[in-house]
């Protein structure tokens, strides 16, 4: 297949001024006719009339009203028009019930739906299935269903949408579905309907994602001057969904794992998630839908900023430092990671072959960074009137980064075109920090390098951010958060220590560097153990007072992995470490949930990339009995104070979901996990049996699944076996927390087991998934894993080739490891890239991992 180029943008030959579609509605054979007034473009500078189509059945096309013959391909269709506005109408056929990659229109339990973001509207009917064609929609729905739904508002089952959209923000649902409602009124006194619509019995499970809707429906009003601008609003879940949800205008879908909620069946996690994606989605109303892209390339520009939005909103719901440092142990474990491999990519990258292989940890999570850089630059007043300025310019448009940047360049009168960089330069970049003391004056040095990553071996310096403190060797503070610019090679920074000290200069000074991780990079801080130590315990920034914690256990576990534990330094750094962390732990005034960050080790893949960095080869196995091993022995020396928090902390028998009582969960449930072996699980029995919501009873099972407790599972399983969300968790832990040696054969018993639906997206990540989560399985040197892994790809590419390529990202890391293991993994992509049928999405993804 050729790829797509953002240098060869063109844009499309007609303007659309309106599209009335009719559905009758058949589970395989449904009819769909369009009604499309088109009118040339005087900006195109091809004539051709090309209509998107994909797997349809072209019945009847006319041009005003005089039958007309296109001649149909495989992409779409071309066809002979008149040099003046013009209306196309046509008929096509399609079978919703045979469409399992889930693209278009398909039917999930019974429900007719639809998911068109990027290009499943052309497996809808005939169109110019591109987003910087916008036009207000017109839709009929003909069913015997109770409900029908479509963008806009609606009069019987005709719904209108006046503001105009690209076809991947149209939607359509139509079932037997109850509404969870309630009302918004806007900031201008409109009133909005709001409805949550689910199955018939899950209708109590939906006052959370209501909530956290009003909450975002307010918040975009209070922080970004947005209102909503129907009279209808509403959500659907369901249970069959390539991603997480979907922000079709006025009728967001999402996935029914981020709507349905209660105590019982759902995380705090789960709660979080749901509060975060609503939030997205509706913030997408402004950054997406009112303003879109102008193609797939620029889709950071609605993704960057409203995954970057939804943070801003998680942080003012819940603690901010908590949610920060949350959003950087994603951002490492999974675009670092993706950053540092084979598909390293441009947060705006230049060609795709399959776009969906583009909805990406680096165009999200590495998109949202680069907007909180440009605010961290400009200050939140000069960030808010760009913003401003990018809604009133450009509302109605198909926009680029170019747009955007251009508003912050005039409001702040600046020159972003280094910034930019960050858009065009794939890599994580690295920043060394080095320091000496010349008397009463510190001199400290920064330096940066980009590495080269896939089609680009040389990179320009990166324009990046850095916040930093200095501190006192007795732990006060001398220089609060300062914005330091490092735009070059080498920055050069001189403080006068005697100043700073207020007279006096201090004997020993440690710099807080990227405070708040003010950019997405990989700092080298050079601190000695004690110093990190120090920040741990005074920095008045909590994220680095996390990340000095985390930097002390990761230096630990790496000697112990690589064999230098017994050293008698290494000894002794490890009992400094504990004691480090103990009082941490003794000050009360600390939130329960930032503790509990501060206690949580880092993950195995953490691990296997700190080994890789130290220029060694990561045995899985090891890294994993080493891990285990430290937290044991952490969970034995702490084990008074994390008595003490697992007995003070307990909230109650009544659950909410707020952050607070979250935060003592997490805390609680930290504490069970260090102090729990799997010699030791009476406090895990204990907890399982009581528990009464899923938070403490998921926690619970975690452990004693990993103490090989197989009778918990079984107890698990039969009383949640009717619940579709709470079974996906349990496949999931199944294998992710089942000892390495096991893991394996759960994970192929699971794939027999009779709930195990592969074609349902949620249960096919939650069985993959959960043996990808466990390395030290996945990673077998028999290779059966990456083997296990391989055969479900392919045969899921079959039926979904979206899933099976997002899927495919377990073998990214393959040069991570040691020629055996590395040849098995190859063996298994090879396998993949010659398997008969093979997808665009899964080939593509597979021929950029191979390198
Ligand atoms: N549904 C996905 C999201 O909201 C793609 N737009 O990010
Ligand atoms: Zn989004």
Redesign the pocket.
């Known amino acids: 297949p050729q790829p797509t180029r953002l240098a060869d943008y063109t844009p499309f030959s007609f303007e659309i001024d309106s599209v009335e579609l009719t559905f009758t509605l058949h589970p395989t054979a449904t009819r769909v006719r369009s009604k499309i007034a088109f009118r040339p473009n005087p900006a195109a500078t091809d004539p051709t009339f090309f209509l998107h189509g994909e797997g349809l059945n072209l019945i009847s096309a006319h041009i005003d009203g005089t039958p007309v013959t296109p001649r149909v391909t495989d992409t779409g269709l071309i066809c002979a028009v008149p040099d003046a506005p013009f209306t196309w109408e046509a008929e096509v056929q399609i079978n919703p019930q045979a469409n399992t990659a889930l693209e278009g229109l398909y039917m999930s339990n019974g429900m007719y739906c639809t998911q068109c973001?990027a290009e499943g509207f052309r497996k809808i009917t005939y169109y110019p299935d591109r987003p910087d064609v916008m036009a207000p929609f017109t839709v009929h729905i003909d069913s015997d269903l109770p409900v029908k739904l479509s963008n806009g508002n609606a009069d019987g089952d005709t719904w209108h949408d006046p503001w105009p959209k690209p076809a991947y923000l149209f939607a359509l649902v139509a079932g037997d579905l109850v509404a969870h409602s309630d009302t918004f009124t806007t900031a201008s006194g409109a009133d909005v309907a709001l409805n949550i619509w689910v199955r018939p019995g899950d209708e109590d499970k939906c006052a959370y994602a209501m909530d956290a809707l009003k909450r975002s429906m307010r918040w975009d009003e209070t922080e970004y001057g947005r209102e909503y601008d129907l009279s209808v609003f509403n959500i659907v879940a369901v249970d069959d969904f390539n991603?997480?949800?979907?922000?079709n205008k006025g009728l967001n879908i999402f996935n029914s794992k981020y709507v349905l909620a209660s105590p019982e069946t759902a995380t705090d996690r789960d709660y979080a998630f749901i509060e975060a994606i609503v939030a997205?989605?509706y913030f997408?109303n402004w950054t997406?839908n009112r303003i879109t892209c102008r193609d797939w390339f620029q889709l950071c520009l609605?993704?960057g900023l409203?995954v970057f939005r939804d943070q801003q909103f998680s942080g003012d719901m819940r603690s901010a430092p908590v949610e920060r440092i949350g959003n950087v142990l994603q951002l490492r474990a999974r675009q670092f990671r993706e950053d540092a491999g084979p598909l390293a990519h441009n947060v705006r990258p230049e060609s795709y072959i399959e776009i969906n292989n583009f909805?990406t940890a680096t165009v999200?999570e590495k998109g949202a960074e680069v907007i909180g850089m440009l605010r961290t630059y400009l200050g939140a007043d000069l960030y808010r009137a760009g913003c401003e300025l990018y809604f009133n310019r450009h509302d109605g448009q198909a926009c680029t980064i170019e747009d955007w940047l251009a508003c912050f360049e005039e409001v702040a009168a600046t020159d972003l075109s280094q910034f930019k960089r960050w858009y065009s330069q794939a890599g994580t970049p690295k920043v060394s920090a080095s320091w000496r003391r010349d008397g009463d004056t510190l001199h400290l040095s920064l330096s940066q390098e980009v590495p080269p990553t896939p089609g680009q071996p040389m990179k320009e310096p990166a324009k990046i951010p850095v916040v930093l403190g200095l501190l006192a060797g007795d732990g006060t503070e001398i220089l609060p958060s300062t914005l330091m610019d490092l735009d070059s090679p080498n920055l050069d920074l001189v403080f006068d220590l005697k100043d700073l000290g207020g007279g006096t200069a201090p004997d020993h000074v440690v710099p807080s560097l990227l405070r708040g991780f003010s950019a997405p990079v990989v700092l080298d801080a050079a601190l000695s153990a004690q110093d990190r130590a120090l920040l741990l315990a005074h920095d008045t920034d909590p994220f680095n007072r996390w990340e000095a914690a985390r930097s002390l256990l990761r230096e630990v576990l790496v000697a112990e992995i690589t064999g230098q534990g017994t050293s008698p330094e290494q000894v002794a750094r490890r009992d400094m470490v504990l004691s480090a962390l103990q009082d941490f732990c003794t000050d009360e005034s600390l939130d329960p949930a930032f503790i509990a960050l501060v206690l949580t080790f880092p993950s195995e893949d953490d691990l296997t990339q700190a080994v890789v960095d130290a220029g060694l080869v990561p045995d899985p196995l090891i890294i994993a009995q080493v891990r285990d091993g430290r937290m044991a022995a952490v969970g034995d020396g702490l084990k008074d104070i994390l008595t003490r928090y697992y007995l003070d902390l307990d909230p109650g028998p009544d659950y909410t979901p707020d952050a607070d009582s979250a935060g003592k969960r997490a805390l609680r449930n930290t504490a069970l996990m260090l102090l729990s072996t799997p010699q030791d699980l009476a406090l895990a029995r204990a907890q399982f049996a009581d528990a009464t919501n899923m938070t403490d009873q998921l926690a619970a099972l975690s452990v004693l699944i990993k103490g090989d407790d197989r009778e918990a599972a079984q107890a698990f399983e039969a009383q949640w076996r009717e619940d579709r969300l709470v079974m996906d968790k349990w496949f999931m832990i199944s294998v992710a927390s089942a000892p390495a040696s096991e893991a394996l054969q759960v994970a192929q018993d699971l794939s027999r087991h009779t709930l195990f639906d592969w074609k349902n997206p949620n249960r096919f990540r939650s069985l993959l998934g959960g043996l990808i989560a466990n390395p030290a399985a996945f990673h077998d040197p028999s290779g059966a894993g990456y083997a296990f892994v391989a055969d479900w790809l392919i045969k899921m590419d079959g039926a979904n080739p979206q899933t099976a390529a997002r899927m495919s990202t377990a073998f990214e890391t393959w040069r991570r490891y040691d020629a055996d293991r590395q040849a098995l993994m190859l063996e298994a992509l090879d396998r993949i890239a010659t398997a008969p049928g093979l997808s665009r999405d899964l080939g593509e993804m597979v021929s950029r991992m191979r390198g």
């Open positions: 973001e991603m997480g949800a979907m922000e997205h989605e997408h997406g609605k993704e409203t909805y999200y």
